[in-house]
Structure formats: C-alpha cells, structure tokens
C-alpha cells in the first residue's frame, strides 16, 4: 500500500468516496460538493503548465534537440579532441574525409582557412554562440524586469517618464544600435553578451510593467502593503516572482534573437577574436565559402544556428500556450 | 483625425530628438571627434587640437549637439569625411536603390503572403498547412544572410540563372528595372523573410474572422464559399495587415543592411556598413536618425490607416 500522504486526490476519492473533500467536524466541518456539482482541484499552476508543455509533442522534440545540441556543444570536446587552437596552414582547406598533405587521419568535417577542425570548431563555436545568448537574454531581463517592476509600483508621473523613455529607445532600429556598439566593444564573450544585452531588455520592461499593473491591485499585494512591507520587498517576493511566467516565456525568444544577432555581428566582421569563434563567426568568410563550393565550412554550421533558433522559437510558442493555461486560472 | 495627426507629429518630433541625442552621446563617447580620419591616425596632438577648433569639436557636447539639431532644420546633415561629400548628398545618391529593393520587397511578400495565409486558415491542419507554417517558421529563424547564401547557392552557383552579387553599374532605380536579373536574388531574399512573418498574422487574422457571425451568415444564406471567402472575409482579414506593414517599416531598413552587403549592392545599407568601419559617425548618426524616423511615421501611418480603413476604429 503507498503512502497515504502521496496519493493524488483523485485516488482519494475512489478510496474514501465523497467524503474525503469534506473537512472534519473538529476542524470547522465542511460539507461535500452537492450532488452532481463538478468538483475541481487545486493544483500547483505551475504543474498545470508543465502538463500543457508536455502535451506539446513538437514543443517536447524541440526541447530534446535543444539539449541534445547543448549536450554536443559542451561535452562533444570531452569525447572529440580536435586542435582548436593554434593555425595549421599546411592542413587548411581540406574536404570532408581529405587526408592532409603532411600525412595523419582526415577529418570529419573538413577543415577551415586556418587548418582548424571543422567539426571540433562547430562545438567550440556552439559554445560561445549558446554562452552569449544565454548571458546576453540574463542581461536583459535583469534590467526589464526590474525597470518594469519598479516603473509598474512607482505609477503615476515617474512610471510615465520611465515608459517614454522605453519609447524613445524602441524606437532606434536595434541592429544599428548593437552595430554601433559592437564596433567598439567585440572580442570577448562578456562584450559581445553586455552589447547585444543592454538594448533588448526594453520589451520585457513593458511586459513586466503591465503584469505588475493587474498584480499590485491584488489582495495578497495590498495585504502585504498593509502588513508594512517595503517597496523592495514587495517588488522581489511578490510582484517579480508572479510576473515570472511572463518572463520565462519572454527569454526563450530573448536567446533566439540574441543568437541571430550574434550571427549578424560575426557576419559582418564584429565577432570574436582568433582563436575563439562563434557560429556567427564561422559564417563571416561564408560568402567566398560557397563561391569556392567549400559546403563543410557554411551549411552544418548554418544548419546548427538555425535549428538552436528554431527551437528556441517553438519552444517560446509552446511556452506562451502554456502560461495562457496558467494565467486562465487567476 | 486632423488634431490626432499633429498632436502624433509633436510626439514623433520629441521622440525624434530623443534618439538623436542618445545616439549622439553614444557616438561621441565611442569617438569624441573625426580628426584622427582626416588628417591621419599619427596625427600630432597640437594639429588634432587646431582641426578640432577649426572645426567647433573643442566646444561642449551639449552646444555640439544643439548646433547638430540646427543643422538638421536645415537639412545638413553633416560631412562625411571618409566619403568626402556631404551626409545629404550621399543619401540622396543611394538612398533610391534601398527605397527600391524595400519597395518591391514589400509589395511582392504582400501579393504572396496575404493569398497564402487565408489559404492556410481556410485549409488549416492540413498537410499543405503544416508544411506551410513549417517553411514560415524555419525562415522566420533564419538570419537574413543565410536565407541569401542559400538562394546564391541554388540560383547562381547550382542553375547559373542569376548573378550571384549586383554588378557595380546598377546604381539607380533605372539601371534597376533594365537589369532584372541583377536585383532578383536580393528582392527574393528579402520577400521570402517577409512572407514568413506576414503570413503567419494573416493565417490567425482569417482564422479569427472566419468565426465570426458574419462569415456564418453569408454561407447560411447560400453564398459561394468563393464569394464569401474574396467579398467578406478577405477585405476583414487585410485590416491586420495594415498594421503589420506600419510597424515593419523600419526592419526593412535594417532588413536591407545584410542584404547589402550580402549581395554587394551600393545602397543606404552598405554606406552604413561602411561607415562603421571607418569611424564615419556623421553618417551612422544620420542612417539611425533615419530608421527612427521610419518607426515613428511607420507607427503613425499604421494608426491612421487602421482608422481610415475600418470604421470601428476611432482616433482620440
């Protein structure tokens, strides 16, 4: 027999009938549902979103590649030593399966103009292309949620200035700003996060701005208000963890966009320094790549980015469905 | 609407000269003066310091910035000191290009995008929907340059139908129109990119209209679904449409950079381009002044198109 404590009410009721929603005399008595009313049950929202996300068979196969992809990224090194490092003129330019000149095995995927590994170069590109976009999201909805909580409590006139603010921002076209940016700041992994970051957190400024709007006419934030809590406290116990859902769906397309920009930035020459690369760096030459019909060097690192992007995307989607469930429920 | 419009314009003029000084600061901090483009990076301190007072760049940021909005009442812009001309003239120079291979862009994702996504809702969870919506998606995550790369490979490397870069000469909107071929990969690039997001408002748009009443009740009293889909749903379902075009105005411009790149094509974006590598502030001022600009008037143009439109629809 399990443990009492873990069954599920369901099973409850099949054990115990009607009466095992009711409430002990002892303890103020309550009566069961009346005949044939529905009876719901209170679960967790944040179960019921996890059980509207599973649901989701591409969301799951996208989530499974996802990791499968971070997997590579990050162990693939461990189980695949390639030389990353230093450039080996002789063994450049090789095809897929060419055996360099000097002698020694061929390699997987070929390699670049410097005679790097292409395959091993895949890995350590992923790295820091999925490091950037992770770091550069974390910038960004650091400073929006904050900006947007503190905006949403504050209300009337400051809360005004500070969304005219986010106005006029929105309104630079975002690549040209980062271009600029990037022109001076690029070569470092922590550049690159803190250039593409620290101009994207305007949108889930707004979002959080408008959950804490709905959130703070609410009892249990009024009640906290009452009980003497601090602005601060308000802010980071009860208005940013119940905006959170909104946030989480928010960085998933955060990441998505941070890595098609980081794209951008390597294709246009604004990337990492040599030795360390990015996919977006890998794809800066990619034009004189596919005119010399060197396919190893642009499409499986092409096909990388778009895929780590188009997971991202579906699982942003899926996300969003999920929280709508979850929102449905207040 | 008259009132709404100028009181829309005032915003955009403060909104405007909001960005203009955030950009400013930026490019001034990250390069306080262009004397070292001019007179050479070994330039000694005393001639960088006379050029800097021949020029006003010894004076506050505050009183340069108050003259650079001056100047751009005027329509100065600036020089260019890289390109040796004038911000306007350059602009003016390829600014018809880029407007160009936007337009045709434009109009060409709408003459596809509109048709697919209604066929798309109408047909929806049917394997054309799925395949459809599934193209949309892998483009939609796709960063521009690639999608080109891609095209460069299949049309001009594999079919040799197509030049794979525009050649130097078609620097006009006429060289343009003579020369077909030379621009077709770019606008193909670009279209497709639209098309993906287009299509999808346009796909939920219909599905929204086509649970509405009105739609039931024209097929209730035995109209075509032909009639009912082109005269009822379509002109209801476009409205969103006019939205979305206002508010991708200025992703265009952006849009257009890679693609000049890409593709080597001497427009606004490859000036841009350009000019970040050379330190050429005035013109990168001048080119985000002229996105911002396009995302004030695209947001306007997208309010009061919406209201001249749809009747519903009120400005105040």
Redesign the interface.
């Known amino acids: 027999m399990t443990d009492p404590r873990n069954i599920t009410p369901e099973q409850r009721i099949e054990e115990i009938g009607p009466q095992a929603l009711s409430v002990p005399a002892s303890l103020g008595g309550l009566r069961p549902a009346p005949e044939g009313g529905e009876v719901h049950f209170t679960q967790s929202g944040w179960r019921l979103m996890v059980r509207e996300y599973a649901s989701n068979r591409l969301a799951v196969f996208a989530l499974g590649l996802l990791i499968a992809i971070i997997l590579f990224c990050f162990l693939g090194p461990v189980f695949y030593h390639s030389n990353q490092t230093l450039a080996d003129p002789l063994s450049a330019n090789l095809g897929p399966g060419q055996t360099p000149l000097t002698g020694g095995a061929s390699h997987l995927l070929g390699t670049d103009e410097n005679g790097l590994d292409e395959f091993g170069r895949l890995m350590v590109g992923g790295q820091s292309a999925l490091e950037i976009g992770a770091f550069a999201s974390l910038v960004a909805i650091l400073i929006g949620t904050l900006y947007g909580a503190v905006s949403g409590l504050i209300g009337g006139f400051v809360d005004g200035i500070m969304m005219r ?1 986010v ?11 980062v ?3 990037a ?2 700041y690029n070569g470092t992994v922590l550049d690159l996060s803190l250039v593409l970051g620290v101009f994207s957190w305007l949108i889930p400024a707004r979002l959080v701005r408008g959950e804490v709007l709905t959130l703070r006419t609410r009892d249990f934030v009024v009640a906290a208000q009452t009980m003497g809590a601090s602005r601060w406290r308000l802010i980071y116990r009860h208005l940013i963890p119940n905006a959170m859902s909104v946030t989480i769906v928010n960085v998933t397309f955060l990441v ?1 966009d941070s890595i ?1 920009y980081l ?2 930035l390597g ?2 020459g ?1 990337g990492l320094q040599f030795p360390d690369t990015s996919w977006g760096d890998m ?1 800066g030459n ?2 004189q790549y ?2 010399a ?1 060197q ?1 190893w060097l ?1 499409y499986p690192v ?1 096909g990388m ?2 895929a780590v ?2 997971c991202c ?2 699982i942003g989607d899926a996300l969003r469905d999920a929280v709508d469930v979850r929102l449905r429920r207040r | 609407m008259l009132g709404y419009i100028i009181r829309r314009l005032f915003v955009a003029v403060i ?2 000269i ?2 203009a000084a ?2 400013f600061a ?2 001034h901090y ?1 390069s306080p003066t262009p004397a070292y483009i001019v007179l050479g990076s070994k330039a000694s301190k005393l001639a960088v310091a006379i050029w800097d007072r021949q020029h006003g760049y010894n004076r506050s940021e505050l009183a340069q910035f108050i003259s650079y909005l001056g100047n751009i009442v005027h329509g100065n812009f600036g020089f260019s000191y890289k390109n040796n001309q004038s911000v306007t003239a350059l602009f003016q120079e390829d600014g018809p290009i880029s407007a160009y291979l936007s337009g045709a862009a434009l109009v060409l994702s709408l003459i596809i995008a509109i048709p697919l996504g209604v066929a798309q809702a109408v047909k929806r969870n049917s394997p054309g929907d799925y395949a459809a919506t599934a193209i949309n ?2 483009l ?4 521009s ?2 999608l080109g ?2 095209l ?2 299949i049309f001009a ?1 594999d079919l040799n139908i197509f030049p ?1 870069g525009v050649s130097d000469d078609v620097t006009t909107i006429g060289a343009a129109i003579t020369h077909p071929n030379q621009l077709f990969l770019p606008i193909i690039t670009l279209t497709l990119l639209n098309v993906a997001s287009y299509s999808r408002y346009m796909r939920s748009s219909t599905l929204d209209e086509l649970a509405q009443d009105y739609i039931r009740l024209a097929r209730a009293k035995g109209l075509s679904e032909r009639v009912v889909l082109s005269r009822h749903l379509f002109r209801n379902a476009s409205l969103s449409m006019i939205t979305l075009v206002g508010l991708s105005i ?2 265009l ?2 849009g257009n ?2 693609i000049e ?2 593709f080597n094509i001497n427009g606004l974006g490859l000036l ?2 350009n000019a ?2 050379n ?1 050429d502030y005035n013109v ?1 001022l001048a ?2 002044l002229l ?2 600009l396009l ?2 008037l695209g947001n306007l143009f997208a309010d009061v198109a919406i209201a001249t439109a749809d009747p519903r629809v009120r400005l105040d």
């Open positions: 603010f106005d006029v921002l929105l309104s630079i076209p975002y690549l040209l700003i271009l600029v940016l022109t001076k998505a098609i794209a951008v294709f246009l604004l794809l990619a034009l596919v005119l019909g396919w642009v092409g980015l778009v992007v188009l995307n579906v | 909104v405007i909001g960005v955030i950009t930026i490019l990250l998606f892998t939609y995550s796709m960063p340059f690639f790369l891609i460069i490979q490397l794979p200025p992703y411009v952006a950079l890679l790149v890409l841009f381009y970040i590598g330190e990168m080119y985000t996105g911002a995302t004030v």
